[in-house]
């Protein structure tokens, strides 16, 4: 019992891990070593501490990864890490900082661990699960389609920079990375009290998702039901933040590709039917 308890955070530092010593050795750079190290260890760690039954064990990996993120890439290391960051080193051809990062975690990693991002390592959510409409209380609003809107216009303003031939890209890419989160942090606490929903932003406006969602509907690592043990109490779908038909194993079951692994469903249970 214990080898499977510790199994999941151990896999998922492996994977860590894994790519880590890849891109150390086929990019000639040691700072992806310590990069995905540090962040593999950090989740397996959050994941540990949730299997040994720690409150705030979610809270702990939000804050080590995107504090992480934001403060020593973005603003020490002085990183575009929002999406204009992954527009931009694509149009320079570059495959190094954001676009690495967004093909790892957001492109390919949902494959492995669906929407994990949004509940472990966002630096935007790690501050809006901390308001207190953790749980919808209303019907999820059909508001999506202001996502296409941001993505389109984020992928615009980059194109523009380079079709322009606008000078001092890099600055401007460093001003657009201050002026993004604090927009999104805006946005996003806004919006969470205007739906009393924490995860408002995530559901209608974050342009992620347009990466995440088509992806996120293979993933290896998702929560499965026992319909024997489940008695269709609904615990599970009214603590969702994410509106998920938590209790069917069907991978287009509504709002499939919106699970974020919270692990909040499990934690109300009843019957305990429901695991990773």
Not at 68 to 88: D, P, T
Not at 201 to 215: A, D, G, N, S, W
Request: hydrophobic share 45%.
């Amino acid at each position: 019992m214990k080898i499977k308890r510790n199994l999941t955070p151990l896999i998922m530092w492996l994977v860590f891990e894994t790519i880590a010593v890849t891109l150390w050795f086929s990019l000639d750079n040691i700072f992806y070593l310590f990069n995905f190290s540090y962040i593999g260890t950090a989740i397996a760690s959050g994941l540990l501490l949730y299997e040994h039954k720690k409150k705030y064990a979610r809270n702990v990996v939000q804050f080590a990864v995107g504090l992480y993120m934001l403060v020593y890439l973005g603003f020490f290391c002085r990183e575009n890490m929002q999406i204009e960051g992954f527009w931009y080193y694509l149009f320079l051809g570059v495959f190094e900082a954001a676009t690495i990062h967004y093909v790892i975690a957001k492109i390919a990693g949902p494959l492995l661990f669906g929407r994990g991002w949004c509940g472990y390592a966002c630096w935007t959510a790690m501050v809006l699960d901390l308001l207190p409409f953790k749980t919808p209380s209303a019907p999820r609003k059909r508001w999506g389609i202001i996502r296409y809107f941001v993505f389109g216009a984020s992928l615009i303003f980059v194109g523009l920079l380079f079709i322009l031939r606008v000078p001092n890209k890099e600055e401007i890419m460093w001003r657009s990375f201050i002026v993004g989160n604090i927009l999104y942090y805006t946005v996003g606490i806004a919006m969470a009290y205007k739906c009393k929903d924490n995860r408002a932003f995530c559901k209608y406006v974050c342009p992620i998702t347009l990466f995440l969602k088509p992806v996120s509907r293979f993933s290896l690592f998702r929560i499965k039901v026992d319909e024997g043990t489940c008695i269709s109490c609904g615990k599970c779908k009214k603590v969702c933040p994410m509106h998920v038909e938590v209790p069917s194993n069907a991978r287009k079951k509504k709002n499939a590709t919106e699970c974020i692994l919270c692990m909040k469903c499990v934690e109300e249970c009843p019957k305990g039917a429901l695991k990773l």
